[in-house]
Protein backbone atom coordinates (compact mmCIF):
# COMPACT_ATOMS: atom_id res chain seq x y z
CA UNK A 1 0.00 0.00 0.00
CA UNK A 2 2.91 2.34 1.29
CA UNK A 3 4.47 1.53 -2.23
CA UNK A 4 1.59 2.40 -4.06
CA UNK A 5 0.56 5.63 -2.41
CA UNK A 6 4.55 6.70 -1.74
CA UNK A 7 4.96 8.15 -5.84
CA UNK A 8 1.89 10.34 -5.22
CA UNK A 9 2.89 11.63 -1.59
CA UNK A 10 5.87 12.48 -2.93
CA UNK A 11 4.42 14.48 -6.11
CA UNK A 12 1.99 16.50 -3.52
CA UNK A 13 4.64 17.30 -1.33
CA UNK A 14 6.05 18.55 -4.30
CA UNK A 15 3.26 20.25 -5.86
CA UNK A 16 2.15 21.56 -2.61
CA UNK A 17 6.03 23.52 -2.25
CA UNK A 18 5.12 24.87 -5.48
CA UNK A 19 1.87 26.22 -4.81
CA UNK A 20 3.17 27.63 -1.71
CA UNK A 21 5.94 29.62 -3.80
CA UNK A 22 2.54 31.21 -5.69
CA UNK A 23 0.31 30.89 -2.72
CA UNK A 24 2.72 33.41 -0.80
CA UNK A 25 2.65 36.06 -3.75
CA UNK A 26 -1.26 36.01 -3.35
CA UNK A 27 -1.19 36.48 0.05
CA UNK A 28 1.36 39.22 0.47
CA UNK A 29 -0.95 41.56 -2.01
CA UNK A 30 -4.06 40.33 -0.22
CA UNK A 31 -2.73 41.30 2.66
CA UNK A 32 -2.30 45.35 1.87
CA UNK A 33 -4.07 45.69 -0.95
CA UNK A 34 -6.65 43.79 -0.32
CA UNK A 35 -6.61 42.73 -3.65
CA UNK A 36 -7.10 39.00 -5.16
CA UNK A 37 -4.32 39.25 -8.05
CA UNK A 38 -6.01 36.97 -10.55
CA UNK A 39 -2.87 37.87 -13.24
CA UNK A 40 -0.65 36.20 -10.38
CA UNK A 41 -0.99 32.97 -12.37
CA UNK A 42 -0.33 34.39 -15.33
CA UNK A 43 2.97 36.02 -14.21
CA UNK A 44 3.54 32.37 -13.30
CA UNK A 45 3.28 31.06 -16.94
CA UNK A 46 5.24 34.15 -17.97
CA UNK A 47 8.09 33.06 -16.34
CA UNK A 48 7.17 29.78 -18.00
CA UNK A 49 7.56 31.27 -20.99
CA UNK A 50 10.48 33.32 -20.56
CA UNK A 51 12.32 30.47 -19.48
CA UNK A 52 11.76 28.76 -23.03
CA UNK A 53 12.38 31.67 -24.95
CA UNK A 54 15.84 32.76 -22.69
CA UNK A 55 16.93 29.50 -22.86
CA UNK A 56 17.33 29.11 -26.44
CA UNK A 57 19.31 32.21 -26.98
CA UNK A 58 21.88 32.27 -24.08
CA UNK A 59 23.61 29.39 -22.15
CA UNK A 60 21.55 28.58 -18.48
CA UNK A 61 23.26 30.16 -16.14
CA UNK A 62 22.60 33.50 -17.96
CA UNK A 63 19.16 32.61 -18.38
CA UNK A 64 17.87 31.31 -15.07
CA UNK A 65 18.72 35.07 -13.33
CA UNK A 66 16.80 36.96 -16.25
CA UNK A 67 13.90 35.03 -15.79
CA UNK A 68 13.83 35.73 -12.64
CA UNK A 69 14.75 39.51 -13.57
CA UNK A 70 12.12 39.32 -16.32
CA UNK A 71 9.34 38.01 -14.60
CA UNK A 72 9.65 40.43 -11.37
CA UNK A 73 10.00 43.39 -14.25
CA UNK A 74 6.51 42.10 -15.19
CA UNK A 75 4.98 41.98 -12.00
CA UNK A 76 6.29 45.21 -10.97
CA UNK A 77 5.03 46.63 -14.59
CA UNK A 78 1.40 44.89 -13.89
CA UNK A 79 0.90 46.66 -10.41
CA UNK A 80 2.33 50.45 -11.79
CA UNK A 81 -0.10 49.80 -15.03
CA UNK A 82 -3.25 48.72 -14.16
CA UNK A 83 -3.53 48.63 -10.25
CA UNK A 84 -1.66 51.79 -8.71
CA UNK A 85 -4.08 54.44 -10.83
CA UNK A 86 -7.07 52.48 -9.05
CA UNK A 87 -5.86 52.75 -5.42
CA UNK A 88 -8.69 55.13 -4.57
CA UNK A 89 -11.48 53.03 -6.97
CA UNK A 90 -13.65 50.84 -5.29
CA UNK A 91 -12.05 47.00 -4.58
CA UNK A 92 -14.39 45.79 -7.24
CA UNK A 93 -12.59 47.81 -10.04
CA UNK A 94 -9.21 46.78 -8.87
CA UNK A 95 -11.01 43.20 -9.31
CA UNK A 96 -11.90 43.62 -12.48
CA UNK A 97 -8.33 45.51 -13.73
CA UNK A 98 -6.82 42.36 -12.04
CA UNK A 99 -9.20 39.98 -14.41
CA UNK A 100 -8.25 41.86 -17.36
CA UNK A 101 -4.44 42.13 -16.98
CA UNK A 102 -5.15 37.94 -16.66
CA UNK A 103 -6.83 38.38 -20.15
CA UNK A 104 -4.39 40.63 -21.84
CA UNK A 105 -1.55 38.40 -20.45
CA UNK A 106 -3.17 35.21 -21.81
CA UNK A 107 -3.67 36.73 -24.98
CA UNK A 108 -0.34 38.17 -25.56
CA UNK A 109 1.32 34.62 -24.53
CA UNK A 110 -1.11 32.95 -27.28
CA UNK A 111 -0.04 35.39 -29.35
CA UNK A 112 3.87 35.52 -28.74
CA UNK A 113 3.52 31.44 -29.45
CA UNK A 114 1.19 31.12 -32.02
CA UNK A 115 -0.88 29.07 -29.32
CA UNK A 116 1.20 25.90 -29.56
CA UNK A 117 2.57 24.58 -26.72
CA UNK A 118 6.17 24.53 -25.90
CA UNK A 119 9.02 22.43 -24.44
CA UNK A 120 10.36 23.65 -20.91
CA UNK A 121 14.49 23.01 -21.23
CA UNK A 122 15.67 20.75 -19.37
CA UNK A 123 17.29 22.31 -16.47
CA UNK A 124 20.62 20.55 -15.80
CA UNK A 125 20.47 18.41 -11.78
CA UNK A 126 16.77 19.57 -11.39
CA UNK A 127 15.14 17.68 -13.93
CA UNK A 128 17.93 14.24 -13.14
CA UNK A 129 15.42 10.94 -12.71
CA UNK A 130 16.46 9.73 -9.22
CA UNK A 131 14.76 6.97 -7.43
CA UNK A 132 13.90 7.00 -3.78
CA UNK A 133 12.91 3.27 -2.57
CA UNK A 134 10.40 1.98 -4.80
CA UNK A 135 9.57 5.30 -6.67
CA UNK A 136 11.33 7.01 -9.14
CA UNK A 137 10.89 11.03 -9.87
CA UNK A 138 12.95 14.10 -10.85
CA UNK A 139 15.28 15.98 -8.59
CA UNK A 140 12.78 19.10 -8.16
CA UNK A 141 10.37 17.26 -6.64
CA UNK A 142 12.77 16.50 -4.23
CA UNK A 143 14.18 20.00 -4.21
CA UNK A 144 11.05 21.75 -4.40
CA UNK A 145 10.01 21.66 0.02
CA UNK A 146 13.99 22.19 0.73
CA UNK A 147 13.67 25.72 -1.11
CA UNK A 148 10.28 26.70 -0.43
CA UNK A 149 11.02 26.31 3.45
CA UNK A 150 14.36 27.78 2.43
CA UNK A 151 12.32 30.91 0.87
CA UNK A 152 9.78 31.16 3.52
CA UNK A 153 11.91 31.23 6.14
CA UNK A 154 13.72 33.93 4.82
CA UNK A 155 10.77 35.71 3.57
CA UNK A 156 9.36 35.80 7.21
CA UNK A 157 12.79 37.30 8.58
CA UNK A 158 12.87 40.27 6.04
CA UNK A 159 9.12 40.48 7.08
CA UNK A 160 10.06 40.92 11.00
CA UNK A 161 13.93 42.44 11.14
CA UNK A 162 14.11 44.51 8.14
CA UNK A 163 12.54 47.66 7.79
CA UNK A 164 10.68 47.68 4.57
CA UNK A 165 9.56 44.28 6.65
CA UNK A 166 8.08 46.58 9.00
CA UNK A 167 6.49 49.08 6.38
CA UNK A 168 4.58 45.79 4.73
CA UNK A 169 3.37 44.81 8.38
CA UNK A 170 2.43 48.42 9.16
CA UNK A 171 0.66 48.56 5.68
CA UNK A 172 -1.09 45.70 5.81
CA UNK A 173 -2.84 46.84 9.40
CA UNK A 174 -3.38 50.13 8.33
CA UNK A 175 -3.20 51.53 4.94
CA UNK A 176 -3.95 55.57 5.55
CA UNK A 177 -2.35 55.23 9.01
CA UNK A 178 0.73 53.86 7.62
CA UNK A 179 0.57 56.17 5.09
CA UNK A 180 0.30 59.46 7.91
CA UNK A 181 3.42 58.15 9.33
CA UNK A 182 5.22 58.37 6.03
CA UNK A 183 5.82 55.52 4.76
CA UNK A 184 6.08 55.28 0.83
CA UNK A 185 3.03 52.96 0.26
CA UNK A 186 3.90 52.50 -3.20
CA UNK A 187 7.04 51.34 -3.07
CA UNK A 188 5.69 49.04 -0.51
CA UNK A 189 3.14 47.77 -3.11
CA UNK A 190 5.90 47.50 -5.54
CA UNK A 191 8.23 45.66 -3.24
CA UNK A 192 5.37 43.10 -2.22
CA UNK A 193 4.55 42.40 -6.05
CA UNK A 194 8.52 41.99 -6.75
CA UNK A 195 8.64 39.47 -3.94
CA UNK A 196 5.18 37.72 -5.24
CA UNK A 197 6.69 37.53 -8.50
CA UNK A 198 10.30 36.17 -7.68
CA UNK A 199 8.82 33.54 -5.95
CA UNK A 200 6.38 32.71 -8.83
CA UNK A 201 9.67 32.35 -10.79
CA UNK A 202 11.41 29.69 -8.83
CA UNK A 203 8.16 28.08 -8.52
CA UNK A 204 7.84 28.05 -12.20
CA UNK A 205 10.98 26.91 -12.70
CA UNK A 206 10.62 23.97 -10.57
CA UNK A 207 6.65 23.20 -11.59
CA UNK A 208 7.68 23.22 -15.47
CA UNK A 209 10.64 21.55 -14.53
CA UNK A 210 7.95 18.42 -13.54
CA UNK A 211 5.36 19.34 -16.48
CA UNK A 212 8.02 19.89 -19.21
CA UNK A 213 5.25 21.95 -21.69
CA UNK A 214 4.14 25.50 -21.03
CA UNK A 215 1.07 26.56 -22.75
CA UNK A 216 -0.82 30.44 -22.29
CA UNK A 217 -3.68 29.40 -19.78
CA UNK A 218 -1.31 26.66 -17.97
CA UNK A 219 -0.82 28.99 -15.34
CA UNK A 220 -4.55 29.84 -14.16
CA UNK A 221 -5.03 26.62 -12.48
CA UNK A 222 -2.28 26.39 -10.34
CA UNK A 223 -2.59 30.29 -9.80
CA UNK A 224 -6.39 29.79 -8.50
CA UNK A 225 -5.53 26.98 -6.37
CA UNK A 226 -2.67 28.43 -5.06
CA UNK A 227 -5.03 31.31 -3.97
CA UNK A 228 -7.13 29.05 -2.39
CA UNK A 229 -3.91 27.43 -0.53
CA UNK A 230 -3.54 31.11 0.14
CA UNK A 231 -7.54 31.15 1.85
CA UNK A 232 -7.14 27.74 3.06
CA UNK A 233 -4.24 28.62 5.32
CA UNK A 234 -5.85 32.42 6.55
CA UNK A 235 -5.19 34.83 3.85
CA UNK A 236 -2.34 37.41 5.33
CA UNK A 237 -0.66 34.50 7.05
CA UNK A 238 2.54 33.60 5.09
CA UNK A 239 3.46 30.54 7.31
CA UNK A 240 -0.82 29.38 6.84
CA UNK A 241 -0.15 29.70 3.02
CA UNK A 242 2.63 27.28 2.84
CA UNK A 243 0.97 24.88 5.31
CA UNK A 244 -2.41 25.17 2.66
CA UNK A 245 -0.80 24.98 -0.24
CA UNK A 246 1.19 21.85 1.22
CA UNK A 247 -2.02 20.16 2.61
CA UNK A 248 -3.87 20.76 -0.90
CA UNK A 249 -0.95 19.60 -3.10
CA UNK A 250 -0.81 16.76 -1.19
CA UNK A 251 -4.59 15.60 -0.95
CA UNK A 252 -5.16 16.51 -4.63
CA UNK A 253 -2.44 13.73 -5.07
CA UNK A 254 -4.06 10.89 -3.08
CA UNK A 255 -7.34 11.87 -4.91
CA UNK A 256 -5.47 11.08 -8.00
CA UNK A 257 -4.22 7.92 -5.93
CA UNK A 258 -7.18 6.65 -5.16
CA UNK A 259 -8.45 7.03 -8.99
CA UNK A 260 -10.54 9.78 -8.76
CA UNK A 261 -8.77 11.76 -10.83
CA UNK A 262 -11.54 13.89 -12.38
CA UNK A 263 -12.05 15.15 -9.24
CA UNK A 264 -8.51 16.35 -7.85
CA UNK A 265 -9.62 19.83 -8.90
CA UNK A 266 -13.07 20.04 -7.56
CA UNK A 267 -11.74 18.62 -4.66
CA UNK A 268 -9.96 22.26 -4.00
CA UNK A 269 -12.89 24.46 -4.64
CA UNK A 270 -15.06 21.88 -2.76
CA UNK A 271 -12.58 22.35 0.29
CA UNK A 272 -12.49 26.74 -0.18
CA UNK A 273 -15.89 26.44 -0.04
CA UNK A 274 -16.11 24.83 3.07
CA UNK A 275 -13.24 26.50 4.43
CA UNK A 276 -14.91 30.07 3.51
CA UNK A 277 -18.44 28.82 5.34
CA UNK A 278 -17.03 27.64 8.87
CA UNK A 279 -13.57 29.14 9.04
CA UNK A 280 -13.36 32.02 6.64
CA UNK A 281 -10.60 33.29 8.76
CA UNK A 282 -9.01 30.19 7.35
CA UNK A 283 -6.41 28.03 9.97
CA UNK A 284 -4.17 30.83 10.85
CA UNK A 285 -6.02 34.17 9.74
CA UNK A 286 -6.36 37.06 11.83
CA UNK A 287 -9.78 37.82 12.94
CA UNK A 288 -11.03 41.37 11.22
CA UNK A 289 -14.99 42.65 11.92
CA UNK A 290 -17.04 44.45 9.93
CA UNK A 291 -16.26 48.64 10.61
CA UNK A 292 -19.36 50.42 9.38
CA UNK B 1 -44.08 62.07 -23.11
CA UNK B 2 -47.57 60.45 -22.48
CA UNK B 3 -47.31 57.16 -21.46
CA UNK B 4 -49.35 56.22 -24.32
CA UNK B 5 -47.42 57.42 -26.81
CA UNK B 6 -44.12 56.03 -25.09
CA UNK B 7 -45.96 52.49 -25.15
CA UNK B 8 -46.44 53.29 -29.12
CA UNK B 9 -42.87 53.88 -30.16
CA UNK B 10 -41.20 51.60 -27.63
CA UNK B 11 -43.39 49.05 -29.90
CA UNK B 12 -42.66 50.35 -32.78
CA UNK B 13 -39.13 50.49 -32.48
CA UNK B 14 -39.31 46.64 -31.06
CA UNK B 15 -40.82 45.91 -34.46
CA UNK B 16 -38.71 47.70 -36.30
CA UNK B 17 -35.63 46.12 -34.23
CA UNK B 18 -37.11 42.90 -35.44
CA UNK B 19 -37.76 43.46 -38.73
CA UNK B 20 -34.15 44.79 -39.27
CA UNK B 21 -32.82 42.02 -38.15
CA UNK B 22 -34.87 39.65 -40.60
CA UNK B 23 -33.96 41.54 -43.39
CA UNK B 24 -30.43 41.56 -42.64
CA UNK B 25 -30.61 37.77 -42.83
CA UNK B 26 -32.70 37.86 -45.70
CA UNK B 27 -30.16 40.26 -47.93
CA UNK B 28 -26.68 39.34 -46.00
CA UNK B 29 -27.53 35.59 -45.87
CA UNK B 30 -27.90 33.09 -42.82
CA UNK B 31 -24.28 32.16 -43.18
CA UNK B 32 -22.75 35.32 -43.49
CA UNK B 33 -20.72 37.34 -40.32
CA UNK B 34 -23.69 39.47 -39.87
CA UNK B 35 -26.31 37.02 -38.96
CA UNK B 36 -23.71 35.44 -36.75
CA UNK B 37 -22.43 38.43 -34.67
CA UNK B 38 -27.11 39.19 -34.73
CA UNK B 39 -27.19 35.48 -32.83
CA UNK B 40 -24.25 35.46 -30.52
CA UNK B 41 -24.55 38.87 -29.57
CA UNK B 42 -28.26 38.43 -28.61
CA UNK B 43 -27.16 35.79 -26.58
CA UNK B 44 -24.46 37.25 -24.95
CA UNK B 45 -26.71 40.21 -24.26
CA UNK B 46 -28.88 37.89 -22.42
CA UNK B 47 -26.18 36.53 -20.50
CA UNK B 48 -24.57 39.87 -19.94
CA UNK B 49 -27.86 41.36 -18.43
CA UNK B 50 -28.55 38.72 -16.29
CA UNK B 51 -24.56 39.12 -15.06
CA UNK B 52 -25.12 42.50 -14.38
CA UNK B 53 -28.44 41.97 -12.21
CA UNK B 54 -26.05 40.42 -9.70
CA UNK B 55 -22.88 42.14 -9.97
CA UNK B 56 -24.19 45.88 -11.09
CA UNK B 57 -27.70 46.02 -9.44
CA UNK B 58 -27.12 43.82 -6.02
CA UNK B 59 -23.74 44.65 -5.95
CA UNK B 60 -22.89 40.40 -5.53
CA UNK B 61 -19.20 39.87 -7.30
CA UNK B 62 -20.04 36.77 -8.42
CA UNK B 63 -17.94 34.70 -11.17
CA UNK B 64 -20.09 31.48 -11.89
CA UNK B 65 -21.89 32.74 -14.64
CA UNK B 66 -19.96 29.82 -16.80
CA UNK B 67 -21.12 27.20 -14.33
CA UNK B 68 -24.87 27.91 -14.77
CA UNK B 69 -24.10 28.49 -18.27
CA UNK B 70 -23.27 25.16 -18.60
CA UNK B 71 -26.01 23.85 -16.14
CA UNK B 72 -28.59 25.15 -18.79
CA UNK B 73 -26.68 23.97 -21.58
CA UNK B 74 -26.31 20.30 -20.81
CA UNK B 75 -30.52 20.36 -19.77
CA UNK B 76 -31.69 21.53 -23.04
CA UNK B 77 -29.00 19.11 -24.95
CA UNK B 78 -30.18 16.09 -22.40
CA UNK B 79 -33.55 16.67 -22.68
CA UNK B 80 -34.04 17.57 -26.21
CA UNK B 81 -32.04 14.86 -28.24
CA UNK B 82 -34.97 12.85 -30.21
CA UNK B 83 -34.69 9.44 -28.82
CA UNK B 84 -33.70 7.73 -31.98
CA UNK B 85 -30.44 9.26 -32.33
CA UNK B 86 -29.62 8.76 -28.59
CA UNK B 87 -27.80 5.46 -29.69
CA UNK B 88 -25.47 7.35 -31.46
CA UNK B 89 -24.78 10.37 -29.41
CA UNK B 90 -24.29 8.29 -26.08
CA UNK B 91 -22.40 5.63 -27.80
CA UNK B 92 -20.34 4.99 -24.73
CA UNK B 93 -23.14 4.72 -22.26
CA UNK B 94 -25.80 2.34 -23.92
CA UNK B 95 -28.10 5.40 -25.15
CA UNK B 96 -28.43 6.61 -21.65
CA UNK B 97 -30.64 6.31 -19.47
CA UNK B 98 -33.05 9.93 -20.62
CA UNK B 99 -35.09 7.67 -23.53
CA UNK B 100 -37.76 10.97 -24.22
CA UNK B 101 -38.03 14.48 -25.68
CA UNK B 102 -39.05 17.92 -24.41
CA UNK B 103 -40.45 20.49 -26.93
CA UNK B 104 -37.48 23.03 -27.56
CA UNK B 105 -39.33 25.51 -25.77
CA UNK B 106 -40.18 23.94 -22.71
CA UNK B 107 -36.46 22.45 -22.62
CA UNK B 108 -35.29 25.96 -22.83
CA UNK B 109 -37.32 26.74 -19.56
CA UNK B 110 -36.06 23.71 -17.94
CA UNK B 111 -32.82 24.33 -18.78
CA UNK B 112 -33.29 28.14 -16.64
CA UNK B 113 -35.16 26.18 -13.80
CA UNK B 114 -32.73 23.82 -12.99
CA UNK B 115 -30.03 26.49 -13.14
CA UNK B 116 -31.77 28.45 -10.73
CA UNK B 117 -32.35 25.13 -8.44
CA UNK B 118 -28.55 24.90 -8.61
CA UNK B 119 -28.21 28.14 -7.41
CA UNK B 120 -30.58 28.07 -4.65
CA UNK B 121 -28.45 25.25 -3.12
CA UNK B 122 -24.86 26.94 -3.73
CA UNK B 123 -26.18 30.40 -2.74
CA UNK B 124 -27.27 29.13 0.84
CA UNK B 125 -23.50 28.63 2.21
CA UNK B 126 -21.82 30.54 -0.65
CA UNK B 127 -24.11 33.79 -0.34
CA UNK B 128 -23.22 34.66 3.42
CA UNK B 129 -19.43 35.51 2.16
CA UNK B 130 -18.49 38.86 1.48
CA UNK B 131 -17.32 40.22 -2.13
CA UNK B 132 -14.09 38.67 -3.23
CA UNK B 133 -14.12 35.66 -1.43
CA UNK B 134 -18.03 35.20 -2.72
CA UNK B 135 -15.85 35.63 -6.07
CA UNK B 136 -13.83 32.80 -5.52
CA UNK B 137 -16.51 30.49 -4.36
CA UNK B 138 -18.71 31.16 -6.97
CA UNK B 139 -15.62 30.48 -9.25
CA UNK B 140 -14.81 27.32 -7.47
CA UNK B 141 -18.23 26.03 -7.66
CA UNK B 142 -18.60 26.74 -11.50
CA UNK B 143 -15.04 24.56 -11.54
CA UNK B 144 -16.97 21.87 -9.95
CA UNK B 145 -19.68 21.38 -11.84
CA UNK B 146 -17.72 21.37 -15.06
CA UNK B 147 -15.48 18.06 -13.02
CA UNK B 148 -18.54 16.57 -12.00
CA UNK B 149 -20.21 17.12 -15.47
CA UNK B 150 -17.57 14.81 -16.71
CA UNK B 151 -17.50 12.86 -14.06
CA UNK B 152 -17.72 8.90 -15.81
CA UNK B 153 -20.18 7.49 -13.61
CA UNK B 154 -22.74 10.14 -14.56
CA UNK B 155 -22.11 9.22 -18.24
CA UNK B 156 -25.77 8.23 -18.83
CA UNK B 157 -27.07 11.25 -18.26
CA UNK B 158 -24.23 13.78 -19.20
CA UNK B 159 -22.73 11.83 -21.84
CA UNK B 160 -19.43 12.17 -19.66
CA UNK B 161 -16.30 13.87 -21.44
CA UNK B 162 -18.09 13.41 -24.73
CA UNK B 163 -20.15 15.78 -26.90
CA UNK B 164 -23.61 16.34 -26.81
CA UNK B 165 -24.91 16.64 -30.57
CA UNK B 166 -27.98 16.42 -33.08
CA UNK B 167 -30.36 18.16 -30.60
CA UNK B 168 -32.59 20.85 -32.46
CA UNK B 169 -31.13 24.01 -32.77
CA UNK B 170 -32.66 27.58 -34.31
CA UNK B 171 -32.11 28.21 -37.77
CA UNK B 172 -33.00 32.25 -37.65
CA UNK B 173 -31.25 35.11 -35.87
CA UNK B 174 -34.97 36.29 -34.89
CA UNK B 175 -35.68 33.21 -32.40
CA UNK B 176 -32.36 34.21 -30.45
CA UNK B 177 -33.52 38.08 -30.19
CA UNK B 178 -37.05 37.05 -29.02
CA UNK B 179 -36.31 34.66 -26.40
CA UNK B 180 -33.57 36.82 -25.54
CA UNK B 181 -35.76 39.99 -25.72
CA UNK B 182 -38.79 38.27 -23.46
CA UNK B 183 -36.18 37.68 -20.96
CA UNK B 184 -34.21 41.17 -20.82
CA UNK B 185 -37.78 42.40 -20.36
CA UNK B 186 -38.48 40.46 -17.37
CA UNK B 187 -35.15 41.66 -15.89
CA UNK B 188 -36.13 44.98 -16.64
CA UNK B 189 -39.45 44.55 -14.89
CA UNK B 190 -38.14 43.20 -12.06
CA UNK B 191 -35.09 45.61 -11.63
CA UNK B 192 -37.98 48.50 -11.28
CA UNK B 193 -40.04 46.75 -9.52
CA UNK B 194 -39.30 46.91 -5.27
CA UNK B 195 -37.51 44.02 -5.33
CA UNK B 196 -34.97 45.92 -7.84
CA UNK B 197 -35.12 49.10 -5.74
CA UNK B 198 -34.15 46.19 -2.55
CA UNK B 199 -30.86 45.18 -4.74
CA UNK B 200 -29.98 48.12 -5.29
CA UNK B 201 -30.22 49.65 -1.78
CA UNK B 202 -28.15 46.75 -0.79
CA UNK B 203 -25.48 47.40 -3.72
CA UNK B 204 -25.18 50.97 -2.11
CA UNK B 205 -25.07 50.13 1.03
CA UNK B 206 -25.69 46.81 3.13
CA UNK B 207 -25.48 47.79 6.55
CA UNK B 208 -28.60 51.20 5.72
CA UNK B 209 -30.29 48.93 4.15
CA UNK B 210 -30.48 46.08 6.18
CA UNK B 211 -31.52 48.88 8.72
CA UNK B 212 -34.42 49.86 6.36
CA UNK B 213 -35.76 46.41 6.90
CA UNK B 214 -34.82 44.79 4.08
CA UNK B 215 -34.13 40.72 4.43
CA UNK B 216 -30.44 40.76 2.46
CA UNK B 217 -30.05 37.28 3.02
CA UNK B 218 -33.81 36.60 1.08
CA UNK B 219 -32.85 39.26 -1.52
CA UNK B 220 -29.52 38.38 -2.81
CA UNK B 221 -30.80 34.87 -2.84
CA UNK B 222 -33.61 35.49 -4.98
CA UNK B 223 -31.09 37.96 -7.07
CA UNK B 224 -28.87 34.88 -7.38
CA UNK B 225 -31.25 32.63 -8.51
CA UNK B 226 -33.05 34.48 -10.87
CA UNK B 227 -29.83 35.50 -12.43
CA UNK B 228 -28.58 31.79 -12.89
CA UNK B 229 -32.23 30.84 -14.40
CA UNK B 230 -31.57 34.01 -17.13
CA UNK B 231 -28.04 32.48 -17.41
CA UNK B 232 -29.49 28.85 -17.91
CA UNK B 233 -31.50 29.84 -20.39
CA UNK B 234 -28.56 31.58 -22.63
CA UNK B 235 -26.53 28.74 -21.79
CA UNK B 236 -29.10 26.66 -23.25
CA UNK B 237 -29.83 29.44 -26.41
CA UNK B 238 -25.60 29.14 -26.87
CA UNK B 239 -25.69 25.41 -26.99
CA UNK B 240 -28.30 26.07 -29.67
CA UNK B 241 -26.14 28.62 -31.65
CA UNK B 242 -23.42 26.13 -31.57
CA UNK B 243 -25.23 23.17 -32.14
CA UNK B 244 -22.43 21.22 -30.12
CA UNK B 245 -21.59 21.15 -26.13
CA UNK B 246 -18.96 19.77 -24.58
CA UNK B 247 -18.00 20.94 -20.70
CA UNK B 248 -14.91 22.22 -21.00
CA UNK B 249 -15.59 24.71 -23.40
CA UNK B 250 -17.09 26.96 -20.12
CA UNK B 251 -14.21 27.72 -18.44
CA UNK B 252 -13.96 30.77 -16.07
CA UNK B 253 -12.33 32.68 -19.27
CA UNK B 254 -16.44 32.35 -20.67
CA UNK B 255 -17.46 34.04 -17.22
CA UNK B 256 -14.24 36.80 -17.43
CA UNK B 257 -15.51 37.26 -20.99
CA UNK B 258 -19.05 37.89 -19.70
CA UNK B 259 -17.99 40.73 -16.72
CA UNK B 260 -15.49 42.65 -19.40
CA UNK B 261 -18.53 42.36 -21.13
CA UNK B 262 -20.64 44.16 -18.43
CA UNK B 263 -18.05 46.41 -17.35
CA UNK B 264 -17.37 47.80 -20.80
CA UNK B 265 -21.43 48.58 -20.71
CA UNK B 266 -21.27 50.17 -17.97
CA UNK B 267 -21.91 48.04 -13.80
CA UNK B 268 -25.52 49.02 -13.58
CA UNK B 269 -27.03 49.63 -17.03
CA UNK B 270 -29.08 47.18 -19.03
CA UNK B 271 -28.92 49.06 -22.20
CA UNK B 272 -25.59 48.98 -22.17
CA UNK B 273 -24.76 45.36 -21.67
CA UNK B 274 -27.09 44.87 -24.36
CA UNK B 275 -24.91 47.32 -26.91
CA UNK B 276 -21.54 45.93 -25.17
CA UNK B 277 -22.24 42.56 -26.29
CA UNK B 278 -22.68 43.14 -29.60
CA UNK B 279 -20.08 45.63 -29.88
CA UNK B 280 -17.94 42.79 -27.97
CA UNK B 281 -18.96 40.02 -30.64
CA UNK B 282 -18.88 42.51 -33.05
CA UNK B 283 -15.18 42.85 -32.37
CA UNK B 284 -13.68 39.60 -31.23
CA UNK B 285 -15.83 37.92 -34.27
CA UNK B 286 -15.81 40.17 -37.05
CA UNK B 287 -14.39 43.85 -37.17
CA UNK B 288 -11.23 43.26 -36.03
CA UNK B 289 -10.58 39.87 -38.51
CA UNK B 290 -8.03 41.45 -40.23
CA UNK B 291 -5.59 41.79 -37.42
CA UNK B 292 -5.55 38.05 -37.60
CA UNK B 293 -4.43 38.24 -41.34
CA UNK B 294 -0.70 38.64 -42.59
CA UNK B 295 -1.03 41.28 -44.71
CA UNK B 296 1.03 42.88 -47.57
CA UNK B 297 1.07 46.27 -48.75
CA UNK B 298 3.13 45.68 -52.16
CA UNK B 299 5.87 43.63 -50.85
CA UNK B 300 6.45 44.94 -47.01
CA UNK B 301 4.42 42.49 -44.58
CA UNK B 302 2.49 44.74 -42.36
CA UNK B 303 4.28 44.15 -38.63
CA UNK B 304 2.63 42.34 -35.71
CA UNK B 305 -0.01 41.20 -38.35
CA UNK B 306 -0.52 37.23 -37.69
CA UNK B 307 -3.09 34.78 -35.76
CA UNK B 308 -3.34 35.80 -31.97
CA UNK B 309 -3.15 39.77 -33.00
CA UNK B 310 -6.81 40.52 -32.47
CA UNK B 311 -6.93 39.25 -29.02
CA UNK B 312 -4.17 41.45 -28.07
CA UNK B 313 -5.55 44.64 -29.58
CA UNK B 314 -9.02 43.71 -28.05
CA UNK B 315 -7.70 42.84 -24.45
CA UNK B 316 -5.91 46.16 -24.77
CA UNK B 317 -9.12 48.37 -25.34
CA UNK B 318 -10.44 46.61 -23.08
CA UNK B 319 -7.87 47.48 -20.15
CA UNK B 320 -8.31 50.93 -21.63
CA UNK B 321 -11.78 50.54 -20.84
CA UNK B 322 -10.92 49.18 -17.22
CA UNK B 323 -8.57 51.80 -16.58
CA UNK B 324 -9.58 54.96 -17.94
CA UNK B 325 -13.56 54.83 -18.64
CA UNK B 326 -14.41 53.05 -15.25
CA UNK B 327 -18.64 54.05 -15.70
CA UNK B 328 -17.94 51.76 -19.38
CA UNK B 329 -20.88 52.62 -22.12
CA UNK B 330 -23.85 53.65 -20.14
CA UNK B 331 -22.48 54.14 -16.47
CA UNK B 332 -25.48 53.52 -14.84
CA UNK B 333 -28.06 55.18 -17.17
CA UNK B 334 -29.93 53.47 -18.94
CA UNK B 335 -31.40 54.16 -22.95
CA UNK B 336 -34.73 55.48 -22.41
CA UNK B 337 -37.39 57.13 -24.76
CA UNK B 338 -38.06 60.35 -22.42
CA UNK B 339 -34.81 61.23 -22.63
CA UNK B 340 -34.04 61.38 -26.23
CA UNK B 341 -37.34 63.40 -26.50
CA UNK B 342 -35.62 66.20 -24.07
CA UNK B 343 -33.04 65.74 -26.03
CA UNK B 344 -34.81 66.77 -29.18
CA UNK B 345 -36.84 68.98 -27.55
CA UNK B 346 -34.05 70.99 -25.82
CA UNK B 347 -35.51 71.08 -22.51
CA UNK B 348 -33.48 71.30 -19.26
CA UNK B 349 -33.25 68.08 -17.61
CA UNK B 350 -35.41 67.43 -14.23
CA UNK B 351 -34.14 66.52 -11.33
CA UNK B 352 -30.62 65.38 -13.37
CA UNK B 353 -28.42 63.63 -11.25
CA UNK B 354 -25.75 65.15 -9.73
CA UNK B 355 -22.34 64.25 -11.03
Known sequence: ?292 | MKKSTKAAVGTLLVAALFAGVWLAERLAGANSMLVTVLEKGAIYALIAVSMNLLNGFTGLFSLGQAGFMLVGAYTYAIFTIPAARRMAVYQYYQGGIVQFELPCLLAIVLAGVVAAAFAALVGLPVLRLKSDYLAIATLGFAEIIRAVIQYDKLGPLTNGSNLLKTYPTFDTALFPFAVAGVCIAVILMLIHSTYGRACKAIRDDEIAAEAMGINLFRHKLLSFVISSFFAGVGGALLAMYQGTVQANAFKSSMTYEILLIVVIGGMGSVTGSVLASFLFIACSEWWLRFLDVETFIGTVQVPLLRSGFRMVVFSVVIMAVVLFYRRGIMGDREFSLDAIARAFSGKKRKGARAK
Open chain 1, 1 to 292: MFDRILPYLLAGISVGGQYALIAVGYTMVYGILRLINFAHGDIFTAAGFFMVYFAAAMPLYVAAPLVVVATVLLGFVVERVAYKPLRSAPRMSIMISAIGVSYLLQNLMWYVTGGLAKQYPVLPWISEQITIGPASTKMATVVTPVITVLLVVALVMLIKHTKIGMAMRAVSRDFETAQLMGIKINSVISMTFVIGSFLAAIGSMLYFSNYTTVTPTIGAMPGLKAFVAAVFGGIGSIPGAVIGAMLIGICENVIKAVGYTTFSDAFTFALLIVVLVFKPTGLFGEKTSEKV
